[in-house]
């Protein structure tokens, strides 16, 4: 696998005996879809016609044994950080030795950008993003192609596009990370607005304004509670309850679990992380109820319209989907499953235990006014 950058010292390894265990109890396994031969650059890839040689994905995650092997090279354009994507990657070359991707890592609006102004000429097969919202900015550009409706179908609409251009492919929640020596989570409020008012948290609350799926949060508040409300909470936290403000989840949870910071709002699954190698630290996550704090939103793939592999980029996609992949991003990352068959084995709670807000990740796609409004207000790193 190439990147543009440095290259990573190391690789991590994942236990693949949860896969053959689901495969052999049957819950992650979609039947009779097998795919004769392989799908690569001389298999036929027409630009207009995914083909009947596409593998179908089900309700519940399939396997990789049931989708078409893998061959050729793809492109892809991605806005999620190495440690949380490239093992993957890396897992799906080892699986196929004669497929390849090519990764140019870049932020989420970095890589955006570069895909407005390269248009129909671009290289890039697929746009793997951190958040949602490039997607559907993706999306209204008119930059995406529409996806296999196997692939949309089996992803929970709240969590992909409804016009089939875009799919989620993990997802995460908004939470309330805490210090359980210092916080009963039964006590802590389900109101974000809280959070910026109590004077409990004064001092030692933290965020972190630069991350993309901070913005989409704010954009979501906006949406949801108006403009004149989510400045105030802006300014709130940082006026008055002297918000610590951080340019790295990790480091930001890590201080929560281990340093002097008390609360911090971030993705639970930078929690989930810490408490699946040190299960006890200092460290646990609450949730606010049905407003922007719980937020559920999602990491995803389009296939560019301006692919010339399309068959190729919608296989690789089923098996970023089936049952291994969903499989790698509970157990690597601490982030949930979009399929059906694949539980979240964490520490934290599951997403029926929370209750996110219904909310179209479509509005998503335009977050200049939330980060004027951040910057406006002084929350920024």
Sequence with gaps: MAHDGSDRSGRTEIDHSRRRVLAASGIAIAGSVGVAGCLGDDAGDPFDDYGPQAAALESTAVSWDDLGDLEGELTI???????????????????YPDFTVEVDQDGNEDQLNS????????????FYTQSSGALAALKSDGLARELPEDITGA???DWSDPDGEWTGASGRVRAIMYDTDEFDGADLPEDIFAYAEDEQFQDVISTRPNSGTFRSFITAMIEMEGEDETRGWVSDMVNQQNATLYSSGSQQAEEVAYGDQDIGLGNQYYAGRIL????????DVAFTSDDPGCLFNVSGVAILSASDRPNLAAEFTRHILAAE??????????EYPVIDGVEYVGDLPTVDEINPPSFDLNALGDVEAASDLLREEGMTV
């Excluded at 699946?276 to 460290?283: G, M, S």
């Excluded at 992949?325 to 601490?334: C, K, T």
């Design 77 to 95: 354009y991605s806005g999620r950080t190495r440690d949380q994507i490239d093992p993957l990657f890396e897992m799906i070359e080892d699986e």
């Design 115 to 126: 895909l407005r102004e390269e248009g129909e000429n671009s290289p890039a097969d697929i």
């Design 155 to 157: 992803v929970d609409d």
């Design 276 to 283: 699946n190698e040190d299960p006890d630290a200092t460290l």
């Design 325 to 334: 992949g969903q499989e790698f991003f509970v157990d690597v990352n601490g």
